[in-house]
């Protein structure tokens, strides 16, 4: 079975991709190679239409209680970098996706009780190809970009796939908004491969596999209504 089988199964039999990945070929070169890909078109894109002063007034409106003079003066240094934007947010983005896949991997390896226990890099490899709903979600934001009118493009269409945006919850309502940003169709995707793929490579019960990869995503829910 070839890699492109492989990416086909991921959508349509995860189970038989997990099963065979579990001892076979994994392709975990090629999986990382189309997921940083993905992660670079995504976000580059994304910086290549904002407008550069949403980007500046995004930033002061995580920095409360200055005075105006040291606002504009920070402001003005924002500005300044404002054109290597799409370069340094598309680079911070793909590092916090390796970092996230690093992380769960330990987390998958820790919470393996199986008794052939697998590796960091089999784990790691496992990890990648629960992230790959990115390519999908590439794909559609790509057909907004191309369909939307500039004019009609909002920042916030990032998130287009969050609850926040499916329900038009207005950003007036903070705790409701970011609960809504941190609630994304991708990441119930995300959760129901890795469910999926635990319950094969620990030959857990589907319950436990679940828990097991739903916790992540809860902590990171409870961490995000906390930083309001």
Avoid: H
């Amino acid at each position: 079975m070839g890699f492109v089988n492989s990416v086909c199964d991921v959508f349509v039999a995860p189970g038989s991709l997990f099963s065979r990945i579990r001892y076979g070929e994994a392709w975990g070169g090629w999986v990382f190679a189309i997921l940083t890909l993905s992660i670079f078109v995504l976000y580059y894109s994304f910086y290549s239409v904002i407008d550069s002063e949403w980007l500046v007034q995004k930033q002061l409106a995580g920095i409360q209680d200055l005075p105006t003079s040291q606002r504009e003066e920070l402001a003005r240094i924002f500005r300044s970098f404002a054109e290597y934007a799409g370069w340094l947010g598309t680079f911070l983005s793909m590092l916090v996706m390796m970092l996230v896949v690093s992380g769960l991997s330990c987390y998958y390896m820790f919470m393996d009780q199986s008794e052939q226990k697998k590796t960091f890099e089999q784990w790691f490899t496992f990890t990648l190809w629960t992230q790959t709903p990115v390519i999908v979600s590439t794909l559609m934001f790509i057909v907004m970009l191309v369909t939307i009118p500039a004019q009609d493009f909002r920042p916030d269409l990032i998130n287009y796939s969050s609850v926040s945006q499916l329900f038009s919850i207005p950003a007036e309502q903070p705790l409701l908004y970011a609960l809504g940003n941190s609630l994304d169709i991708f990441y119930l995707w995300n959760v129901f491969l890795a469910t999926v793929g635990i319950k094969i490579w620990t030959e857990t019960t589907f319950t436990k596999a679940t828990l097991i990869a739903v916790t992540p995503y809860i902590l990171y829910i409870v961490a995000k209504i906390l930083s309001i």
